[in-house]
């Protein structure tokens, strides 16, 4: 945004200046998106050489920025062509790889990436950005941070939504809190309700790493004695879910062991 402040942490965009106008219609020259999880399809040779060929074109504003979604269906091939473009990018440019599993992802590509985990956002955070991003009030943004357990697209979402689906997301977190509350038996049977449904399984590793990865940043800002057991769940679904999205292994098996361990 050619507006934003320079000392502000907080992203933001102003919605009105030609750079926010191009992003928001998608037409910015210096950013490209291949999406392939999102098509369901690989990420072939041809793509890469449409990302190689826009990468030796100067850049409009100063920075090309590349987003690729999900590498971890590139093909080898197609990895090999990229590799030069990786390691020597022209000009400032920025890759953003996006991936579910670092290890699905082939070692040539992984070597030459600096991996970071994205966390769930803070309630601060995510309020904050509706404010600035969409001129959200206050008590609504507040309130969408609250039940978006840290997701900013959720979050957005829910500022849109009727009351009946509000009511229902609201319904769900709970049933979620006091899931991962309740005895192991009750688990099971959770468990037991899923077991032919492995995407359901993966929503909800989703929103229960999201719930208390929120617990864990609350526990910590009121110094709660809670704070080391409810760190201690949240590594263990994230080990689950790592373990749930490889392509081996039994589905209902790894998603019992994770609603056990958490």
């Known amino acids: 945004c050619e507006k934003k ?4 942490d907080v992203l933001y965009s102003c919605g009105e200046c030609s750079s926010c106008s191009m992003c928001a219609a998608g037409t910015h020259p210096d950013i490209y998106i291949l999406d392939a999880e999102e098509k369901g399809e690989h990420i072939h040779l041809e793509d890469i050489q449409r990302v190689r060929e826009r990468a030796q074109m100067s850049a409009y504003g100063g920075t090309h920025i590349f987003l690729l979604r999900d590498v971890s269906r590139m093909t080898r091939e197609a990895a090999n062509a990229f590799l030069k473009t990786l390691e020597e990018p022209r000009g400032r440019t920025i890759f953003f790889l996006l991936a579910s599993v670092a290890d699905d992802v082939l070692e040539t590509i992984r070597s030459r990436s600096w991996h970071v985990r994205f966390w769930p956002l803070s309630e601060e955070t995510i309020a904050a950005g509706l ?13 969408a941070a609250r039940i978006a357990d840290g997701l900013m697209g959720l979050a957005v979402q829910y500022t849109t939504m ?7 997301l609201e319904q769900e977190r709970e049933r979620i809190g006091s899931l991962l ?18 995407d359901a399984m993966r929503a909800w590793l989703v929103k229960s790493i999201a719930l208390v990865s929120g617990m864990v940043h609350e526990s910590l800002q009121n110094g709660s004695v809670n704070a080391i057991s409810v760190a201690e769940a949240c590594r263990a679904l994230l080990e689950g879910e790592e373990r749930f999205l490889k392509p081996y292994g039994t589905k209902r098996i790894i998603f ?6 958490s």
């Open 162 to 168: 009727t009351n009946e689906k509000r009511n229902a």
């Open 256 to 261: 019992e062991d994770t609603l056990i361990a």
């Open 181 to 198: 509350q309740g005895s192991l038996a009750e688990r099971l049977k959770y468990a037991d309700t899923l077991r032919e449904n492995p």
């Open 5 to 8: 402040t320079q000392k502000s």
């Open 131 to 143: 404010q600035l991003e969409y001129g959200i009030p206050h008590k609504e943004a507040v309130a």
